[in-house]
């Protein structure tokens, strides 16, 4: 098993700059991949970034693309997402997530974290 706990969430105005946290314990996330999701009021989850186990390979959805970076450092257990240029729209509760290999639906990574509030004022 898996447990995840993400951390850095808070509200920020917009144009600014977050950096959100995954911490893993139970087992090591060296061998997953590892994914952000978001999910804002009255929607559905959406993705948002994935990183392969070793960091080779990240994507991310076009809405945050050239603005978030995802990364991982797999010898602390832990996985980032760097926010910058921060747009109210981007509000939503965070979630990161783990799956067995590289995927982009919610339905496919099988551990997940509690959420971490990001709030984007204007």
């Known amino acids: 098993q898996v447990q995840l706990v993400e951390s850095g969430g808070g509200l920020v105005q917009a144009g600014g700059s977050l950096t959100l946290s995954c911490a893993a314990s139970g087992r090591s996330i060296s061998t997953y991949a590892m994914g952000w999701f978001r999910q804002a009021p009255g929607k559905e989850r959406e993705f948002v970034a994935t990183v392969n186990w070793r960091s080779s390979s990240t994507y991310y959805a076009d809405s945050v693309k050239g603005r978030f970076t995802i990364s991982r450092d797999n010898a602390k257990n832990t996985v980032y997402l760097q926010m910058n240029s921060l747009k109210p729209e981007d509000t939503a509760v965070y979630y990161c997530?783990?799956?067995?290999?590289?995927?982009?639906?919610?339905?496919?990574?099988?551990?997940w974290g509690q959420g971490t509030q990001v709030t984007v004022s204007s």
């Open positions: 997530a783990a799956a067995r290999e590289l995927a982009w639906g919610p339905r496919d990574y099988d551990y």
